[in-house]
């Protein structure tokens, strides 16, 4: 990463506009960060090929299907998620296309799993006091609180450069003249991530983009705004600026239905407006817990911790169709669906000591209509679990025992509540998001009729599956002590003379 030097002599261009944080209350102790691997999946495969870098890319999820992933080159070409073949191939006809590996008639990710866990390596290596979080196959949280708390390490040498202060034009240094002691402790959690981003660039080759800021929502907000190889820090001066222009879909926790009634209840489209709606129409609308959590995130508060963990809560396993008819079809997927989750979990076993003790399937007919069923996991066998579930099933999908009732459109497999202590302590310790809303909410109702897993090749990512799992305690609360680190960050901020 380039180095940029800042001069004592030289004041930080607009530096005098940078407004002093005055949030420190709302904003709490801590700082959060989210990493996010760029283009992931296309990312793994270029690596596998690497006189395509430079080159328009994509990943495809079976021949003649759509685009799951696109490198920055081909998204200037105008390609997204979702483009079809083609669609790529007549917009940008030297684009290279790589075919997921398909195994048991669907999509094999173990690659990109082996790839998640090699930057997962380095982050677990990082540092025994940074506290990282697996959010998705790519992504992860990290509380950085006690690194910089901590008097062990000096980031002094790891530059800041190419960080932006998100909702500004500043670059991270003129962030670093206003010297509240909640933006100098922003500035080391950037430093601390840039290094950790050369990190992973180092032993993986891969490029990441990230968030810096008090807090999980924030730190995932921002970290989008600088991608590809980019990183942001949101400062609490900023959070008003971000919220003008964030629609409130964007924000994590209001991206599905809870987010879409807002809108339309009260007229509003971005984070700012909802700020702004009086606490009695809220109140009068979601009632009193639902509602406060609501304005929390109004204000850019949220508490969730960031958890140790980067084993995966739950593993699934699923596939869309164009319309199943027969009730041997579904136990045909269901036995290819189990094969797959019993050997991850047998791996899961014997790398992780834990084992799955329940299998959820969630079974779509059309577009709103699905419905799920859990049973406990007796035993790792793919013709007990294929049976246990084809009895629950079958009164509901058929009548004769051979034609579906209705067409199945997509079904899935999740299987989780595993049985290692890490995971029996957070259960019982705190509790979960979606207990802020009173039965009947529109968030609790609707985390029941969604898929627990992404269909076919969706990204397995554990923000969706939070919905059934409890958020564990903060293994990080914030120590009032100030390190080494810190004082020493300080004096170089002050002084100006941070490179
Ligand atoms: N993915 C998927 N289906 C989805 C979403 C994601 O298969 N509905 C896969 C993609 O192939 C992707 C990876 O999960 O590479 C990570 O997804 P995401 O972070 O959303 O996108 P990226 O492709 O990594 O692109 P970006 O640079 O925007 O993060
Ligand atoms: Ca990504
Ligand atoms: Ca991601």
Redesign the pocket.
């Known amino acids: 990463m380039e180095t940029v030097t800042w001069c004592k002599s030289a004041p930080a261009p607009h530096a005098s506009v940078v407004p002093k944080a005055g949030h420190m209350t709302m904003s709490g102790d801590r700082i959060i960060a989210l990493l996010?691997?760029?283009?992931?999946?296309?990312q793994v495969e270029q690596r596998a090929e690497p006189e395509t870098w430079g080159r328009p890319c994509a990943?495809v999820q079976y021949t003649g299907g759509g685009v799951?992933?696109v490198n920055y080159e081909a998204r200037e070409c105008g390609i997204k998620r979702g483009s079809s073949v083609p669609d790529c191939k007549s917009k940008c006809p030297n684009i290279r296309l790589f075919y997921v590996p398909e195994l048991r008639g669907k999509a094999d990710l173990t690659k990109y799993r082996n790839a998640s866990s090699e930057v997962f390596d380095v982050l677990l290596t990082f540092d025994p006091n940074l506290v990282v979080e697996r959010a998705s196959?790519?992504?992860a949280f990290l509380d950085l609180t006690d690194i910089i708390h901590s008097a062990t390490r000096s980031f002094d040498h790891v530059s800041v450069a190419g960080v932006s202060v998100a909702g500004t034009d500043h670059s991270l240094h003129d962030l670093m003249s206003a010297v509240s002691e909640e933006d100098e402790r922003l500035v080391t959690g950037s430093q601390i991530v840039n290094l950790i981003r050369d990190q992973v660039k180092e032993a993986t080759n891969f490029t990441c983009s990230a968030g810096v800021s008090y807090n999980k929502v924030l730190a995932k907000l921002c970290a989008g705004f600088k991608?590809?190889n980019g990183q942001s820090v949101l400062p609490p001066s900023s959070l008003n600026a971000v919220f003008a222009q964030t629609p409130i879909g964007k924000v994590r926790g209001l991206g599905g239905k809870l987010g879409q009634e807002l809108k339309v209840q009260f007229g509003i489209e971005t984070m700012l407006q909802l700020q702004k709606v009086p606490k009695y129409l809220l109140e009068a609308a979601y009632g009193q817990k639902t509602s406060h959590w609501i304005r929390e995130l109004g204000n850019g508060n949220d508490n969730e911790p960031v958890t140790s963990r980067i084993v995966n809560k739950s593993v699934g396993s699923g596939k869309n169709f164009n319309g199943l008819q027969k009730m041997e079809e579904v136990r045909y997927w269901i036995t290819q669906f189990a094969s797959e989750i019993i050997e991850r979990l047998t791996q899961e076993k014997n790398t992780n000591g834990r084992m799955a003790t329940n299998v959820t399937i969630t079974v779509r007919h059309a577009k709103k209509q699905s419905f799920s069923r859990t049973i406990p996991l007796k035993e790792y066998n793919v013709q007990t679990v294929t049976q246990d579930l084809e009895k629950e099933l079958i009164p509901r999908l058929t009548k004769d025992g051979q034609h579906l009732l209705q067409p199945i459109i997509s079904l899935s497999l999740i299987s989780g509540k595993f049985t290692d202590n890490q995971t029996k302590r957070a259960v019982h310790q705190t509790p979960r998001i979606d207990s802020f809303f009173s039965t009947g909410d529109p968030i609790a109702s609707s985390s029941t009729s969604e898929p627990l897993v992404?269909q076919d090749?969706?990204?397995e990512d554990d923000s969706q599956d939070s919905c059934i799992e409890v958020v564990p305690t903060s293994p990080v609360s914030p120590p009032q002590r100030r390190g080494f680190f810190y004082r020493k960050t300080l004096e170089l901020v002050r002084s100006g003379s941070v490179s």
């Open positions: 996010d691997m760029d283009c992931f999946y296309v990943v799951i992933a196959i790519d992504e991608k590809p992404p090749l969706g990204e």
